[in-house]
């Protein structure tokens, strides 16, 4: 089992900055995909920027120039630093991870809970 936790989501102003980050935590294997995804109320959950299996980055068009994820292999986190905060970024973010775990042959899908961003003035 693999555990996911997001911090960091508060209220900001638009064109304001936040930093979210994730920590996986169990009996980890290995994680072969990290990355960031939001869902809107009424909307579809929609990527926000991933670290691939390839080992590349993806981002969603929105969030190109003003998001930017990083990841620390060692202690097994991502973090989503935004800038440029604009209402429509509003959404609860959350922490996905392909992993194996220890003594499974299977990889697995992990969601976090979520932490609510909500871009207001």
């Known amino acids: 089992q693999v555990q996911l936790v997001e911090s960091g989501g508060d209220l900001v102003q638009p064109g304001g900055s936040l930093r979210l980050s994730c920590a996986a935590s169990?009996?980890?294997?290995?994680?072969?995909?990290m990355g960031w995804y939001r869902q809107a109320p009424g909307k579809q959950r929609e990527l926000v920027g991933t670290?691939?299996?390839?080992?590349?980055?993806n981002y969603d068009d929105s969030v190109k120039g003003r998001f930017t994820i990083s990841r620390d292999n060692a202690k097994n986190t991502v973090s989503l630093q935004m800038n440029s905060l604009k209402p429509e970024d509003t959404a609860v973010y959350y922490c996905y991870a392909e992993a194996w775990v220890t003594g499974d042959r299977y990889r697995y899908e992990y969601w976090g809970q979520g932490t609510r961003v909500t871009v207001s003035s």
């Open positions: 169990g009996s980890i294997f290995s994680i072969s995909a």
């Open positions: 670290f691939t299996r390839s080992g590349t980055i």
